[in-house]
C-alpha cells in the first residue's frame, strides 16, 4: 500500500538537496510516473469552527517512486513546471479529486474538495473549459470543487486571470487564495478577483499568541473577511492553542496537524468515522 511515512526517502532528497539529484533523470522519471500510475493525492480535513463539522479537504500530491519511495511536492512540483509536464500532472489531479468528491457525495458525505493549481496550468487556453468539462463529465455540482490560487499566479495577465476567475466563481466553482499575507499587495487582489475564500499562510499562524503582530494581522485579516462576505481558513493550525484564539477571533475554518495530516482516502474516511460522521 501506498504510504508516506516517516521513515521514507523524502529525507534522504531533502538532506542532499534536489539540486545533487540528477535533473534529466528526474524530469523523465516524473515523465514516466502518470503512465506508472505512481502520483496518488493524499486529503487533509478542514474543519467548521463554527458547526464543528468536517466541511472540505484539500488534495495533495504524492509520487510513490520506485526509485526513491514518497516524494512530498516540494521535491518535485518545479520540475514538472520546468517541463510542462505540470499540465498534464495537473489534469489528472484535478480528475481524481472531481471523481473523489463525487464518491464521497454519492455516500452522502459531500466535502468541498481543494486542488491546488500552478501558473503554468492556468495559464492554457480554454483551462476553464476543461474544469467545466471534467465536473460535467463527473456530474459532481461546481460548488463541491475549490480552486486554490496565489497571489504571484494572478499578478502575471491580471486582465485574463481576472476574467477566469469571474469565469470560475460564475459558474458555481469556490476559489481560494492561498498563502494570503505573503503577497506584496494582497488587498488590491481581494478588489479585484471575486474569490471566495482566505487560507491565511501557516507563517502567520505558527507565532500567533495574544497580541503579538501576527495575532493582530490574523485579526485583522478574519475581520476583512467578515466585511467583504469572505470565508477565512488559516493552515498549519498545530496546537490548541492556536486553535483556541482562532476560534476566538471568528476564523470560519482551520486546516492543521492538530485536527489531521492529510491522509489516504481510506484513512480519510476513518478519520471521518471515528469524527462522528463528518
Ligand atoms: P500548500 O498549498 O500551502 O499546502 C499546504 C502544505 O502544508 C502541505 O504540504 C501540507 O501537508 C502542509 N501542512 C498542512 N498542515 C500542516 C501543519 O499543521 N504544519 C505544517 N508544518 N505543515 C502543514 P505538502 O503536501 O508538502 O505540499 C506542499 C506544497 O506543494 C503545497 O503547499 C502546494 O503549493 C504544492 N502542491 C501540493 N499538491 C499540489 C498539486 O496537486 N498541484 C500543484 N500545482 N501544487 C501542489
Ligand atoms: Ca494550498
Ligand atoms: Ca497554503
Ligand atoms: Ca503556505
Not at 496518488?40 to 509520487?63: C, F, H, M, N, S
Amino acid at each position: 500500500a501506498k504510504s508516506c511515512g516517516r521513515n521514507n526517502f523524502q529525507y534522504y532528497i531533502s538532506a542532499m538537496s534536489a539540486r545533487a539529484l540528477d535533473v534529466l533523470y528526474m524530469e523523465n522519471a516524473l515523465h514516466t510516473a502518470l503512465d506508472n500510475d505512481e502520483y496518488y493525492l493524499e486529503y487533509q480535513p478542514k474543519l467548521d469552527l463554527k458547526t464543528r463539522r468536517i466541511v472540505g479537504v484539500e488534495a495533495l500530491l504524492r509520487w510513490d517512486s520506485p526509485q526513491l519511495g514518497c516524494v512530498m511536492p516540494s521535491n518535485f512540483i518545479s520540475a514538472l513546471e520546468e517541463s510542462g509536464d505540470i499540465c498534464q500532472v495537473g489534469s489528472w489531479v484535478l480528475e481524481t479529486a472531481i471523481a473523489q468528491a463525487k464518491v464521497w457525495m454519492d455516500a452522502g458525505r459531500p466535502m468541498v474538495v481543494s486542488v491546488n493549481v500552478s501558473a503554468r496550468q492556468f495559464k492554457q487556453p480554454d483551462w476553464v473549459d476543461e474544469v467545466m468539462a471534467l465536473l460535467d463529465t463527473a456530474g459532481l455540482p461546481p460548488g463541491l470543487l475549490q480552486i486554490e490560487v496565489t497571489e504571484s499566479l494572478l499578478m502575471d495577465g491580471a486582465d485574463r486571470n481576472e476574467a477566469m476567475i469571474r469565469a470560475l466563481t460564475q459558474q458555481g466553482v469556490r476559489v481560494a487564495l492561498d498563502d494570503f499575507g505573503t503577497g506584496f499587495s494582497s488587498l488590491s487582489y481581494l478588489r479585484r478577483f471575486p474569490i471566495t475564500e482566505l487560507k491565511i499562510d501557516r507563517s502567520f499562524v505558527v507565532d500567533i499568541r495574544k497580541n503579538t503582530t501576527a495575532y493582530k494581522v490574523i485579526k485583522t485579516i478574519i475581520d476583512l473577511g467578515q466585511a467583504l462576505d469572505i470565508r477565512v481558513i488559516a493552515e498549519g493550525v498545530e496546537t490548541p492553542e492556536q486553535y483556541g484564539l482562532l476560534a476566538e477571533m471568528g476564523c470560519d475554518e482551520i486546516q492543521g496537524y492538530l485536527l489531521s495530516r492529510p491522509l489516504s482516502v481510506p484513512a480519510f474516511e476513518a478519520f471521518l468515522d471515528n469524527f462522528g460522521g463528518g
